[in-house]
């Protein structure tokens, strides 16, 4: 049933958007959900109050198969935060699901001089703490060892 998105943040996520709770919500689940426009069933991130496709403002949110492919990365050598100091090096990742969205991310369990674009990837969730679970990717066991080529495709 689609159903258009609830402005209401949860109690104790305040700073949270409120249009993205449902995603929020999922990855406690061990969910990736993503909002699916119900007009034209465009996938859509990040997350608005309306399809960036056709305006459309009611919503699905399907289970998503949590797979993509490494579409580009950087590793920082520097932390430009203080709150990231004890991660160094660590990647920031764009991830490009398989059904269509690019997302940015991290890629772990790996090592960084292994990362290569077209690398295929699955979600993890890392639950950071009580109030919001974080989305990463590893690289996808059933995948085999080589990248796949990159695909373009229509987000």
């Known amino acids: 049933m689609a159903v258009a998105p609830s402005p209401k943040a949860d109690a104790g996520a305040s700073a949270l958007d409120a249009y993205a709770a449902p995603f929020w919500d999922a990855l406690k689940r061990d969910e990736l959900r993503l909002p699916k426009c119900a007009a034209c069933g465009h996938v859509q991130f990040p997350i608005g109050a309306c399809c960036s496709d056709c305006l459309g403002t009611a919503f699905d949110w399907p289970l998503l198969s949590g797979r993509g492919q490494l579409w580009s ?16 090096p660590y990647n920031v990742a764009v991830v490009r699901l398989d059904e269509g969205p690019q997302l940015i991310t991290n890629i772990v369990d790996i090592p960084l001089d292994a990362l290569a674009n077209g690398l295929r990837v699955r979600a993890v ?24 080529p990159l695909q373009e495709t229509r987000t």
Not at 77 to 86: E, I, K, L
Not at 129 to 146: C, I, N, Q, T, Y
């Open 125 to 148: 969730f890392d639950h950071a703490d009580p109030v919001r679970s974080l989305l990463r990717f590893e690289p996808d066991p059933d995948a085999g060892a080589a990248p796949a």
């Open 73 to 88: 990365y950087i590793v920082y050598h520097h932390a430009f935060s203080p709150a990231f100091a004890d991660k160094l």
